[in-house]
């Protein structure tokens, strides 16, 4: 389990995990990841939160502390093949599931997420 995901103490609150995002960061908060896709011109949706939600729980279950780009992808096409896998996420996130999710979630984006040399982003 990544160590950054186990139960915390976050100041303010009694309880540990944030109830509907039990793997966040110790430093996360949903209004943070609100304030963020604001200034990247995005409005949250339920189905965004599902997908900052999946994109937790993937790093919470990771054995190694450095994430497979390839994996990640792979994971959430297929957390998300009913809606229309990777298609559908890019739909929600224009910049890429990966390379806009992550930092939404309070994760820092795999290596090759974000290629700048192709302009492409996963």
């Known amino acids: 389990m990544n160590h950054a995901t186990q139960d915390f103490i976050r100041p303010g609150y009694e309880t540990l995990p944030i ?21 990247e011109n995005l409005t949250l949706t339920e189905d965004h939160w599902q997908v900052v939600l999946a994109l937790q ?6 054995e190694d502390s450095v994430i497979n780009m390839r ?17 559908y996420l890019y739909t929600l996130f224009p910049n890429g599931p990966v390379a806009q ?22």
Do not use: I, V
């Open 101 to 122: 999710g992550c930092p939404l979630a309070g994760l820092t984006s795999p290596s090759g997420a974000q290629d700048q040399g192709f302009g492409s982003a996963m």
């Open 57 to 62: 729980n993937f790093y919470a279950h990771q």
């Open 71 to 87: 994996d990640l992808h792979d994971a959430l096409d297929e957390e998300f093949h009913q809606k229309g896998g990777l298609r």
């Open 19 to 39: 109830p509907d995002f039990p793997n966040a960061p110790s430093d996360w908060t949903q209004s943070d990841a609100t304030e963020l896709a604001t200034a």
